[in-house]
């Protein structure tokens, strides 16, 4: 079996009084629910790339953690007779704001929700384990840094 390929991706989340909301988008292609990612980029550290990923696909400014909280496996659909297993490492990002347009608004729907409906609608298993056992409270023990170039917005949600 071969090696799969890696992908960097965001966690977007919020804190709110009643507990963290994590951001799913669509894919492009089919149009299931996901989170932002992508490949990496050389000279560019796997962090920024997941705060990249999480602006593009998302709109969403923040902070990223320095470290991956987690890792699932998917199966990739390059075109119509092309699939490719890939391995994501999944970065938490505290989002301060999300942008009212972005590079990819267009082309992507965005829903805000409970960890918990975000694992129900995820086609990905481990994915989904990861979203049911996310605590917003439990990345305070993270070290997050802020994307290289990035503003530093602030917001309350």
Partial sequence: MKTPLKQIAALPFV????????LLITTRGTGRWTIPKGWPKPGLPDAQM???????????????????IGSFLY???????SWVRCS??????????????WPEKQSRKSMWVEPR??????????????????????TESLEFVAPQGARQARATY
Avoid: I, N
Wanted: charged share 30%; glycine share 6%; aromatic share 8%.
């Fill in 15 to 22: 804190e709110t009084q009643s507990g963290p909301l994590v």
């Fill in 50 to 68: 997941a705060a990249r990923e999480a602006f593009e696909e998302a709109g969403v400014e923040g902070e990223v953690s320095a470290r991956p």
């Fill in 75 to 81: 199966t990739k659909r390059l075109h119509l007779f």
């Fill in 88 to 101: 994501v490492d999944v970065y938490a990002f505290k989002v301060h704001c999300q942008k009212l347009d």
């Fill in 117 to 138: 409906q975000a694992a129900a609608k995820v086609r990905e298993a481990q994915l989904a384990d990861m979203l049911r056992s996310f605590d917003g409270a439990a």
